[in-house]
């Protein structure tokens, strides 16, 4: 089947730090990743993407690359920023780019 | 980018009554939108897919009878929990896609939180 696992959180950071959330997956086939960033009272929003294995999706300062032979999807920055105090959820999308398969979310908390 | 609003946002009801919550595709149209639903500190569960036109597919394990899905045009989708008790209690959110293909971008509503009593 299908599923999800990110570590739990919360991951309190200070603010320039390092961040590293781990995703890993299962699914059938070869599925597309994506990591969703939810802001407090706002919906999810696409941080990044890959669609196959090797690709290295980022955005914001944010990269996570697609891991086939590990089933990974971890998501790095390097540097945080407060403004990046937000829940992360990983997901996975099987055979197509509409249903996703999402973890169970990380909340990150970046201190001044 | 696309916005998909919700309505409402907050919902509290007594048990065996019926909500409606409202999906809607602000400035584009969605044929296919989808409904999830979260319970605190675990991940989004997809409940069912909503097809314009036709007849919802709904996951494994999810009554449909309980969870009615409308999908009467192009830019909204309802979702109605039909006598809803407390384990009803959670947060629903739906998503719509724009472009197709490889290029398709979900986009997710703020959700609404719904607490039966």
């Known amino acids: 089947g299908n599923s999800v696992t990110q570590m739990e959180g919360p991951v309190t950071l200070s603010e320039e730090a390092f961040l590293t959330i781990n995703c890993t997956y299962t699914a059938t086939g070869y599925p597309s990743l994506f990591w969703y960033v939810q802001y407090p009272g706002e919906g999810l929003q696409l941080l990044l993407k890959a669609t196959k294995a090797d690709d290295k999706g980022s955005n914001k300062g944010f990269e996570a690359t697609y891991r086939k032979e590990t089933t990974s999807f971890h998501l790095e920055k390097g540097s945080v920023q407060v403004s990046d105090s937000a829940v992360y959820f990983c997901a996975l999308s099987p055979y197509n780019f509409n249903k996703f398969y999402f973890g169970s979310g990380t909340k990150l908390n970046v201190k001044p | 980018g696309a916005v998909v609003s919700q309505h409402p946002s907050r919902v509290i009801c007594k048990s065996g009554t019926s909500v409606k919550i409202e999906c809607r595709s602000l400035?584009?149209?969605?044929?296919?939108m989808f409904w999830y639903r979260q319970f605190p500190k675990q991940s989004l569960m997809l409940m069912a897919t909503s097809n314009e036109g036709s007849k919802a597919t709904y996951e494994q394990g999810v009554e449909k009878d309980k969870f009615l899905i409308n999908h009467a045009s192009l830019t909204l989708s309802t979702l109605t929990v039909t006598s809803a008790h407390p384990e009803d209690s959670s947060f629903y959110i739906c998503s719509a896609g724009e472009g197709a293909g490889q290029q398709e971008t979900q986009y997710f509503g703020p959700g609404t939180r719904l607490l039966v009593l």
């Open positions: 400035d584009f149209q969605a044929t296919t």
